[in-house]
């Protein structure tokens, strides 16, 4: 799809013949990893003093020629993933700081869909190309395998029953556009699980999912995945029971990061905590872990 910045988007009037010697061009290709989204909200911004927003524009077909309007000058393009004829509140934005009070959050998410945001510096010129990377804030986290291995302990040849997975300290919004250190500004199961809040998410298995059942020494791997924005307090909670005693194994996940995929490897070692937010004592569990990119698969690309 070729977008062609043309002139000022809000205008009341002008001649044929000032719109043409006002024409600015631009050729753009969104380059994704994730599904193209249904609707695209572009955003021009000024560069310079406090950045007013120059012009707006929603792109929901996505497979023809899309025609945009922007004034003279070098721009700030942003772009966020929406939804076909929803344009949110933006007619509260006047500068790029009122679009960086924007939020992404697990309430509009989705895990097989995820919101996107892009951003990039258009110099002036009569004609300009660019790529524009779309990417999800969400992080996922991958129990890939899992396994218990009691050895020296009184309940040597035991098993963990693994009856519930779920994510604790959660980030469940964050602003996509803020710089700095990144982090949520909310969280979801704080320390425990809050089964009411998260039911009310459109994909609760996000966050909370069913256990891996009988967990011995042959190990299993039951590839679950979970997605919350970064963080760095989320641990992922294995809560299930060691004959009759009910315990929790409260996985620290470390700094997470956006557009990946932590992938881990757990072996039980000991008793777990009698509380999901009370760490295990040292050895309880050995953890390997690995960052992959977010979707191991070549990009989509939509020129426009």
């Known amino acids: 799809m070729a977008a062609f ?6 205008f009341t009037s002008c001649t044929q013949e000032a719109l043409a010697s006002a024409t600015k061009t631009v050729t753009l290709s969104l380059d994704t990893k994730s599904p193209v989204p249904e609707a695209v909200d572009l955003f021009f911004f000024d560069t310079v003093g406090v950045q007013l927003l120059d012009s707006y524009q929603q792109v929901t077909n996505l497979q023809q020629a899309v ?10 393009l942003v772009a966020l993933s929406g939804k076909a004829g929803e344009v949110d509140d933006w007619n509260r934005v006047r500068t790029y700081g009122d679009l960086c009070k924007h939020s992404f959050s697990l309430e509009r998410d989705s895990a097989r869909s995820p919101l996107l945001y892009g951003m990039l510096l258009l110099p002036d010129g009569a004609s300009r190309q660019a790529v524009l990377e779309l990417h999800p804030m969400l992080t996922a986290i991958r129990l890939r395998s899992v396994s218990c291995d009691f050895l020296g302990r009184p309940y040597i040849g035991g ?14 919004e964050c602003l996509p556009l803020v710089t700095g250190d990144g982090g949520p500004v909310s969280w979801m199961n704080p320390g425990y699980l809050d089964s009411v809040a998260v039911r009310r998410l459109p994909e609760p298995e996000m966050l909370w999912q069913d256990g891996c059942g009988e967990i011995g020494l042959r190990r299993i791997f039951p590839d679950k995945t979970f997605y919350c924005y970064p963080g760095t307090q989320t ?6 029971t060691i004959g009759t ?5 409260p996985i620290p996940l470390g700094e997470l990061k956006a557009d990946t995929c932590l992938e881990l490897d757990i072996t039980l070692r ?11 004592v040292s050895g309880a569990f050995v953890l390997e872990t690995q960052t992959l990119p977010w979707e191991e698969r070549e990009p989509y690309t939509v020129t426009y």
């Open 245 to 249: 005693i009910t315990c929790y194994y």
């Open 235 to 240: 641990h992922l909670v294995l809560a299930g």
């Open 5 to 10: 910045l043309q002139s000022p988007a809000f």
């Open 159 to 172: 098993t963990f029953n693994n009856q519930q997975l779920f994510l604790t300290y959660a980030g469940a």
């Open 67 to 76: 025609y945009g309007l922007s004034g003279t000058g070098a721009k700030r």
């Open 270 to 280: 000991r008793m777990g905590s009698p509380s999901p937010d009370i760490p295990t």
